[in-house]
């Protein structure tokens, strides 16, 4: 069983918005509403980072888990994707969601709210796959064409990975690997700071 | 005798007008998206089969092995 997952190596991001263009083109996004979008930590300062994010499509959403008229659904794949038809535009998933993924159309039939819209993964919505009214509602299934997402296939660099958590995962510890360089490159201790460099900052 | 006659009529076609409303229903909605049912399109990447999942899933390992992972090509 495939788990659909993104990640995005900073080491390789360039900034060029490439997966957002392509994310845009491919489901005629409407102005105002980014599914995806680059965000640059410590920009314009020497080794400064910038990762592509959207939604994440976590294994257990928050988004799912406040969404008061339980919209949200998991694929086999395992894509969160939502129900538009019973979205109430209430925003809660936006709270929720620690990626900022939910967006909010300024037109349509909430008006200033709009009915919620975040990325598929490429794989659309409840209608019936590559029909017209899934497109206009959600943008292309590029899964069920047997594709990965536009943004991931569209990356210049090859930065932001998409597929299978398996696979992807590995294709980015084999890069790791290649930079000489292990473990240390991701998880707590690189997000946070382990408690020995915080005693080392506090001496100094 | 004659407006009393309108007046009746009048009340009458307001009493009636609820009559024609149809009934509203809760949850007509289609059945939940449950993964891809195997319908081609003139999008489909070519050389895997719809409907099948294992082609499927062999797909979309190839797909991201050959153009994701660039130290295996």
Redesign the interface.
């Known amino acids: 069983m495939a788990r659909m997952k993104f990640i995005c190596d900073t080491e390789r991001c360039i900034e060029c918005n490439g997966c957002v263009t392509a994310c845009k083109n491919e489901h005629e996004v409407p102005w105002g509403v980014n599914r995806r979008r680059v965000v640059t930590l410590n920009d314009g300062v020497p080794g400064e980072r910038s990762i592509s994010v959207a939604c994440m499509h976590c294994s257990d959403a928050p988004c799912m888990a406040v969404c008061p008229v339980n919209c949200f659904y998991k694929t086999d794949e395992g894509v969160v994707l939502h129900d538009k038809d019973v979205c109430i535009g209430c925003g809660y998933c936006s709270y929720a969601c620690p990626f900022g993924a939910p967006q909010f159309p300024s037109q349509g039939t909430f008006g200033v709210r709009g009915k919620m819209d975040k990325c598929t993964f490429c794989a659309g919505g409840p209608e019936a796959n590559g029909s017209q009214a899934e497109f206009e509602k959600y943008g292309r299934n590029r899964l069920a064409e047997g594709k990965l997402p536009a943004c991931a296939e569209m990356c210049s660099t090859k930065a932001l990975l998409a597929g299978d958590g398996d696979v992807v995962a590995d294709i980015f510890r084999n890069r790791v690997l290649k930079r000489n360089k292990g473990a240390e490159v991701w998880g707590w201790g690189t997000a946070y700071g382990s408690r020995s460099q915080a005693r080392e900052g506090g001496k100094s | 005798m004659k407006r009393l006659h309108i007046w009746l009529g009048l009340g009458l076609a307001m009493a009636l007008s609820a009559c024609g409303e149809k009934a509203r229903t809760v949850g007509a909605?289609?059945?939940?998206?449950?993964?891809?049912?195997g319908?081609m399109?003139t999008?489909?990447?070519p050389?895997?089969k719809?409907g099948d999942k294992t082609s499927?899933?062999q797909?979309?390992?190839v797909?991201?092995?050959y153009?994701?992972?660039?130290?295996?090509r």
């Open positions: 909605d289609a059945a939940p998206y449950t993964g891809p049912s319908s399109s999008f489909s990447a050389g895997w719809a499927w899933e797909g979309m390992k797909r991201a092995q153009g994701q992972n660039d130290h295996a």
